[in-house]
């Protein structure tokens, strides 16, 4: 039994496979954005090697950061996501999953936006509070209209709180499941910190926002939370809206959802300039939380009613 | 050669230093990031914190009033890093080896600051980026000898 | 020659008091008594349009020449009219900054590199200078050695 | 009050050896503070110690874009002040030159003036094609940058007759290109409502100040020393003085690509009436003791040089005035009173020599935003207010 637990957390859908496959989405992300401006784009493995030379670098405390939390926090970050991926891998392919699992994944895919605003407050640097703060908004905006959606996927499903239940047929096919993920799609791109939504720690404009005092390994951990997150949040979607994927030929067919979803995102990445903290409120509340609850209210009219399509 | 410097060989952070610099040198470390030259292909990329830093491009002869902030940059980034010294001026003051305001080339403050910290001189005016791509990667081929 | 020409117009208003000129093509230098300087930077600013191109300050061995340089565009002219400003303890005159607000930048670095005050100038702030360089050091003055200039 | 945040957010092309303090009260801008000397070298008196056919060097390298002008300027001041002759081919070849980096001075910053109010395409763009007459000038002085042609009295080097015709074709390719930015600027709905009527410099303000250069022309003041003081072969050429009067920062736009348009066809000039041969050098055996003025009209505005000699191989007395040093202060008049989202593109809209127009910004009296992004975001709502997700100048620019 522990050997399996060992392999299962340090191997297969742990450690090696999720750090694995996010260096691959990574740069995916980064070429694919390079040929749009032209350019020829970074190595296949160059991720890794940023994280390896972050390992190598000098570790900087300033003074004035509160010191345990300061050095905690990054943590945060690789470990809720590493969960969730074991979690998430294991309701698709041996199908085992328990009751109410889909609410801890809730709570674990807030732990590296919460990893983020954290570090950028114990840092104690005027700027990286102000990333930190404008990273807080950023939570509060996505995550209402993430969690409509994903209520709407489970009263789409059949009201089962466990993920298997998803795996029958998709979710997506339904017009309520369809604005779900659209709206859940958006929040994932904010969660990753993509344009538009990257305004908190947009890498070239402002002073590398929260992680402005952060140097070496502690740079890396975050560095390696967001590769996780690049694998887990689309992964999510997959496995709630898309219908997951199983063995054989099923797990091609999921793989090319997961890169569908992927090229959704840098799409959107590259053809949107960066909107402002506030506007980005704006946008998720007035726009995508509305949507959410349409397709909620769409779920349950045609669960009640008995309308497949609907 | 350790993992370590391997690791900066191969994924150089630039932080761009303007000491004072006529700017001729800082459009040529900026044309190295636009289409023609694009240093993403041996992992660069310009990020903006020193902490973040692993080469400092630094541009200029160090103007009296550019000196104070360039040390304090010195100190906010992490080891191990490399100081490249695009330009004449920064390599050696060069035309203005004896102007009154300008307090020495990049390697003479650098060293007086901690001496085991590496500078590459990337000489011209401007320098072609070819020629910086070229010191860059110089740079980062000594660095490997080094132990660190 | 629109040098002459304009010299003629000097001459008609302020008589012999214009002092000393020297002409050249498409140039005017004028060394006038210093009471008639303010009434002079007004005419050729205010009357004749002349935009005010700089002022240059050159150190001579007993006295600062401040020469302010008028160019009169539509003529192709450039007016320079010399203003010699004593060395004794503390070399001043009047600020032109309040009529002339593009003065403004040109008195404060003359001030900070060469020490002569402008009366009246609206903000008497440092300008190039370096924080390390004294208010009393004078970079630009010829008397300035460099080397004993100490680097923080 | 909100604290002060100690330094901007700072440009990831560029960081800034100029900082502005902005007091602003809600979304109007109060005042407007500078900080600058961070490029002060002292260049003045260096070339007091070096001899005059020495001191183009040095001056060459007060700024980084104009690294033509300030030399030129200066040798006018000693042609001035020594009474010297130029030949015929070498005033061809100095206004060639001149006129080769207004195009590539003008092409930067219209790149860096899109990027400032959110365009990166024009940024991308605008910068891949400066490339070309950056290789025009490499081809016919051996550098990119600071091209060490100017002498007292002539030009360094011969520029040959094939060198000439393989400039043409990129001379032609600039011209379209030039020519579909301009067109695509002026009728991009986006553009004109984010930059008209933005920043505006009263004609009287200009007289005040006196501003130089596009910023004087384009407040209807028909200012230039190629036509007010006529060097080099501007009198031969045909060419004509291009002003607006609206004063605002479209009108600055719009003579400076006209400038480079009209510089393009001047260039073209040039290359045909070129003579073959004839001496490009007159050797002037010394400077008689005096003074001279030299005044230049450089991309940014009149490059003013005073030189003072008594008869030695050295200037007694060198004063340097660049344009950017007129033109900066107009900020008083054209920044104030007008919303913050807008500062950026008014302080960046004079064109102040490239390094001073960053956006190391930072704000009193708000939490902290930074300038850069504000200016973005109002091009991105005035997008969605005309309904379009890319305005007509990207579409132009993307295919």
Redesign the interface.
């Known amino acids: 039994m522990v050997g399996g637990l060992v392999f299962d957390f340090f191997v297969f859908p742990g450690l090696l496979f999720t750090l694995s496959a996010g260096v691959i989405a990574s740069w995916l992300v980064r070429k694919v954005s390079a040929l749009v401006q032209w350019r020829v784009g970074p190595p296949l493995l160059q991720p890794a090697y940023d994280i390896a030379k972050l390992f190598g670098k000098e570790n900087i405390i300033p003074e004035e950061s509160l010191e345990w939390s300061y050095l905690l926090v990054p943590l945060m970050g690789p470990a809720g996501l590493l969960l969730s991926s074991i979690i998430l891998v294991k309701a698709n392919y041996p199908g085992t999953s328990f009751v109410g699992d889909i609410i801890v994944l809730l709570y674990l895919l807030v732990l590296p936006g919460l990893a983020v605003v954290l570090g950028g407050m114990s840092s104690g640097n005027p700027l990286s509070s102000l990333g930190s703060n404008r990273e807080l908004k950023l939570i509060i905006a996505y995550e209402l209209p993430l969690l409509l959606a994903v209520t709407a996927a489970i009263v789409n499903a059949g009201g089962g709180l466990r993920l298997a239940g998803f795996t029958s047929e998709p979710v997506v096919a339904s017009i309520s499941g369809a604005f779900g993920f659209i709206a859940a799609l958006l929040c994932i791109q904010a969660e990753l910190g993509f344009i538009p939504f990257d305004s908190p720690e947009a890498e070239t404009e402002i002073m590398g926002g929260p992680l402005i005092e952060y140097s070496g390994p502690l740079l890396g951990l975050f560095k390696i939370s967001h590769l996780m997150a690049l694998l887990v949040l689309p992964l999510f979607l997959v496995t709630v809206f898309l219908g997951g994927f199983s063995t054989g030929w099923g797990a091609l067919w999921g793989a090319l959802k997961y890169v569908l979803v992927l090229v959704g995102i840098i799409l959107i990445k590259n053809t949107n300039p960066r909107l402002r903290s506030d506007q980005a409120l704006k946008f998720f509340w007035y726009g995508a939380a509305p949507l959410a609850l349409l397709a909620l209210v769409l779920a349950v009219v045609g669960n009640l009613a008995g309308i497949g399509w609907l | 050669m350790n993992w370590k410097s391997w690791g900066i060989s191969k994924s150089p952070w630039l932080y761009h230093v303007n000491t004072g610099s006529c700017n001729n040198c800082d459009i040529e470390v900026v044309d190295c990031l636009t289409p023609k030259f694009d240093v993403e292909r041996i992992g660069g990329k310009l990020v903006g914190s020193p902490r973040h830093a692993d080469v400092l491009m630094v541009t200029g002869p160090m103007?009296?009033?550019s000196?104070?902030r360039f040390e304090r940059i010195l100190e906010a980034s992490a080891r191990p890093f490399i100081v490249a010294a695009v330009g004449t001026c920064a390599c050696s003051k060069g035309i203005f080896h004896?102007a009154?305001?300008c307090?020495?080339p990049v390697r003479k403050v650098t060293e007086d600051f901690d001496e085991d910290i590496m500078v590459v001189n990337i000489p011209g005016c401007p320098p072609r980026p070819e020629a910086i791509i070229e010191g860059l990667d110089a740079g980062l081929k000594a660095l490997k000898e080094v132990e660190i | 020659m629109n040098a002459s020409s304009f010299k003629e117009e000097l001459s008609g208003r302020f008589g012999w008091k214009v002092g000393k000129t020297e002409k050249?093509s498409?140039?005017l230098?004028v060394n006038p008594e210093p009471e008639i300087f303010e009434d002079m930077v007004e005419f050729v600013f205010k009357e004749h349009?002349g935009?005010?191109?700089?002022i240059?300050?050159?150190?001579e061995e007993d006295l600062f020449r401040l020469?302010y340089?008028f160019?009169l565009?539509?003529r192709?002219l450039?007016v320079?009219i010399k203003l010699p400003v004593k060395k004794d303890g503390n070399p001043s005159t009047k600020s032109i900054a309040n009529e002339?607000?593009?003065a403004?930048?040109?008195e404060r670095e003359i001030r900070e590199m060469f020490g002569v005050d402008f009366e009246g100038h609206p903000a008497k702030k440092?300008?190039?200078?370096?924080?390390?360089?004294g208010d009393e050091d004078f970079?630009?003055r010829k008397d300035?050695d460099?080397e004993n200039?100490e680097?923080? | 009050m909100a604290t002060t945040i100690p330094i901007g957010p700072y440009h990831p092309l560029q960081e800034e050896p100029e900082h502005y303090l902005l007091t602003v009260e809600e979304e109007e801008v109060l005042d407007v503070d500078v900080q600058?000397?961070y490029n002060?070298r002292?260049i003045?008196?260096l070339s007091e110690k070096k001899t005059f056919n020495q001191v183009p060097f040095v001056v060459e390298r007060v700024c980084g874009i104009c690294s033509h002008s300030h030399p030129y300027a200066y040798c006018l001041a000693v042609e001035?002040c020594g009474?010297i002759e130029v030949p015929e081919k070498a005033k061809y070849i100095r206004t060639l030159i001149g006129e080769l980096e207004r195009i590539h001075s003008h092409l930067l910053w219209a790149g860096l003036a899109g990027h400032f109010i959110g365009y990166d395409t024009v940024f991308m763009w605008a910068w891949r094609y400066r490339e070309e007459v950056l290789d025009v000038l490499e081809l016919l002085t051996g550098n990119r940058n600071a091209y060490a042609m100017m002498k007292p009295g002539g030009v360094q080097r011969d520029i040959p007759r094939e060198h000439l015709e393989e400039a043409r074709p990129s001379l032609t390719t600039l011209k379209e290109k030039s020519e579909m930015l301009y067109n695509a600027v002026l009728d991009d709905p986006v553009m004109k409502a984010r930059l008209e009527g933005v920043g505006v410099l009263e004609e009287e303000a200009a007289?005040?100040?006196?501003?130089l250069g596009p910023t004087v022309r384009a407040s209807g003041i028909p200012?230039d020393v190629r036509a007010?003081?006529?060097y080099g072969v501007y009198d031969e050429l045909d060419w004509k003085v291009i002003t607006r009067d609206a004063g605002d920062v479209l009108a600055r736009v719009e003579v400076r690509l006209l400038e480079t348009l009209e510089a393009i066809k001047m260039s073209e000039q040039i290359i045909d009436e070129m003579p073959e041969k004839g001496p490009i050098d007159s050797e002037p055996e010394n400077v008689p003791p005096g003074?001279g003025?030299g005044?230049y009209e450089a991309p940014r505005g009149?490059c003013?040089h005073?030189v003072?000699s008594d008869g030695s191989n050295r200037p007694?007395?060198h004063?340097i005035?660049a344009p950017t040093?007129?033109n900066?202060?107009t900020y008083?008049a054209t920044c104030v009173g007008e919303t913050v989202a807008d500062a950026t593109i008014i302080l960046a809209s004079v064109d102040p020599c490239y390094s001073c127009t960053e956006r190391a910004i930072s704000l009193k009296g708000r939490e902290g935003v930074d300038l850069m992004e504000l200016s973005v975001e109002r091009t991105e709502e005035l997008k969605r207010e005309f309904g379009l997700d890319e305005s007509p100048l990207e579409e132009v620019l993307n295919e």
């Open positions: 103007t009296r009033k000196k104070p004896d009154y305001n307090v020495g | 050249s498409g140039r230098y349009g935009r005010l191109a700089t240059s300050c050159v150190d020469l340089h160019s565009d539509d192709g450039m320079t002339i607000p593009g403004e930048w040109i440092r300008l190039l200078k370096a924080d390390s360089v970079p630009f300035f460099v200039l680097v923080d | 600058i000397g002060h002292g003045e008196k001035d009474g007289r005040d100040y006196g501003a200012i007010d003081y006529p003074e003025i005044n009149e003013f005073y003072g007694v007395r004063k005035r040093f007129m900066f202060p008083k």
